[in-house]
């Protein structure tokens, strides 16, 4: 994963609307890659580590997939086994495409980092909270994408402090202060804050974007969107925010089975959004205001100049009387009048001259 400050890195999460058939992951792959996705990721996890066997659905879960079996049996079906994931890296690197992961139990850090030399992990926002996963991450190795859904800034703090292994950041009156510089300048090209909240979908009312705004101020660190909201809207502003990363769901079709898919984008819409994202990168600018290349040619067009606004006699005062200012602006510009006013005129002025 390779940032670059000028253009925002996009991520197609796949996560498990491959509906743990291979087939599909391939073809999200590569779906994925003609999108004009930076990356495309997807989940590490077993369901015996990930959840209890009576453990209940998310009501989105539920809604999606029309039925009320426990999440462990909804995620059985879900996951993928160890060797498919080489063949995925395979498929990645021969489409150019980077491959990547969230982990949802500590075994999966080390599999992603030393099975199939992945160093960057995604942290999901369940887990801002699960110290096995957090304390189990090496900063000096891993390069972390922390997502910050169901959270407020004591949990970020909190996760940052346990993934650094010292007290980084403290919170207080909803304030984040940076306990030690030094520290906190070794670790800050590490970590990605990804704003996120953690519903399917998100309602407008409810995604808070200025948040991206926020995290980025507070933390002092590269904040980036993980999106669940419908449509493209809300990543074109997290852009326009600052924000380094994009995230969002990707499905080859929103009408398949499974709790991800109806939050999801599909083909068609994801390359409009990265279609969007980008034309909008070339509109930022640097924000430097001054005359425009593209402007030159319209200046003496558009412009005023100053002109006789009646017949003016040689020896007679300007005034306001005589003066005013029209195009083209290839005379005296407009905002010279005041330097005229009182003078006497060298010649005699027909209405509409240029002075």
């Known amino acids: 994963m390779i940032l670059n400050k000028n253009q925002t890195y996009i991520i197609a999460e796949a996560g498990v609307n491959h509906n743990g058939d291979m087939r599909l992951a391939r073809k999200l792959i590569l779906s994925a ?14 369901a015996e580590n990930l959840v209890t066997k009576s453990a209940k659905k998310a ?3 539920i809604k999606n997939t029309k039925n009320n079996n426990s999440q ?24 150019k495409i980077d491959f990547l992961s969230s982990v949802f139990d500590e075994y999966s850090i080390d599999f992603l980092y030393k099975d199939l030399k992945i160093n960057t992990i995604k942290i999901p926002s369940g887990e801002i909270n699960n110290y096995l996963i957090l304390n189990g991450l090496n900063i000096k190795k891993h390069k972390i994408l922390l997502s910050t859904g169901m959270s407020d800034f004591k949990d ?14 403290s919170v207080k009156n909803n304030n984040v202060k940076i306990l030690n510089q030094r520290n906190h300048k ?29 995290l980025k101020n507070q933390f002092k660190l590269e904040v980036g969107y993980s999106d669940h909201t419908l449509g493209i809207a809300a990543p074109l502003f997290a852009v326009s925010r600052g924000a380094l990363v994009i995230e969002k769901h990707f499905t080859l079709d929103k009408k398949m089975k499974g709790p991800d898919h109806l939050a999801s984008l599909s083909p068609t819409e994801f390359k409009h959004m990265v279609n969007d994202i980008r034309r909008l990168e070339n ?18 067009v558009v ?16 005034t ?6 029209k195009r083209p602006g290839y005379g005296l510009p407009a905002s010279k009048i005041v330097n005229y006013l009182g003078k006497r005129a060298k010649k005699n002025y027909q209405t509409d001259d240029l002075i």
């Open 33 to 46: 890659k003609k999108c004009g996705a930076n990356a495309i990721k997807f989940q590490n996890f077993s």
């Open 59 to 61: 009501p989105y879960q």
């Open 72 to 95: 462990f049996l909804m995620l059985k079906k879900l996951q993928l086994k160890k060797k498919n994931y080489f063949e995925l890296i395979k498929l990645c690197k021969k489409e």
């Open 156 to 169: 970020i703090s909190y996760a940052l402090n346990t993934i650094f292994k010292r007290k980084v950041y």
């Open 186 to 214: 070794k670790i800050k090209s590490k970590i990605i804050l990804l704003h996120c909240i953690t519903d399917y979908p998100v309602k407008d009312k409810f995604a808070n974007l200025e948040c991206i705004t926020n």
């Open 283 to 300: 509109m930022k600018g640097n924000g430097v205001k001054k005359l425009e290349q593209c402007e030159i040619k319209n200046v003496k």
């Open 303 to 318: 412009r005023k100049s100053l002109v006789a606004k009646k017949n003016i006699l040689k020896g007679e005062k300007f």
């Open 320 to 325: 306001l009387l005589n003066l005013t200012a």
